[in-house]
């Protein structure tokens, strides 16, 4: 199962997010009102540690992006993004508009976004991350710890021997 997010800079303080499965996408925006790299990158390490719901905002001027991830099953989640004409607004998840919305391997939702993250760090490097998101920095600890996540989970782990045989007590 493919799935894809492309996250680029454009501008000073904008950002564009295109979301993919192979079946279906969307193509979202966030302003620098919010970390929306970050909170992306912070909410893959959640999926690849096994949290079982994560909810985060790209800000809009006016509106906002809301994710919504859920675990339905075992390495499976499900993410969702509504849109919401206000921001701020606090409004439940039920009135907000579906914009996306797809299954797919925990691991390949984080490996996505790892992706995506270390294309911007590419292009931009820290400092001119920094330079044109303005109040927060590119998530540099956040993506080591994805990193890590997604290495530790794919490692091949060796096989548990059984354990010795013991004789029988007399």
Known sequence: MTFAIGYRLVGTGWAACDVSNGQSSCHI?????????GQLVLAA?????G????????????????????????????VEILSFDE?????????????????????????????????????????EYLERWMDYPFPTAQLAELTRLITSNTTPHPSPQPPASRPDPP
């Open 87 to 127: 921001l701020y607004g606090d409004q439940p998840d039920s009135e907000g508009r579906s914009v996306f919305k797809a299954r797919c391997p925990s691991e390949t939702f984080a490996k996505a976004v790892q992706a995506a993250a270390l294309q911007v760090l590419d292009t931009h490097g820290e400092a």
């Open 51 to 78: 949290f079982r719901c994560v909810t985060f905002n790209f800000d809009e001027e006016p509106g906002e992006y809301r994710w919504v991830i859920t675990s339905p099953g075992l390495n499976e989640i499900e």
């Open 45 to 49: 390490t959640a999926v690849a540690a």
């Open 29 to 37: 925006t966030a302003s620098y009102l919010s970390d929306a790299l």
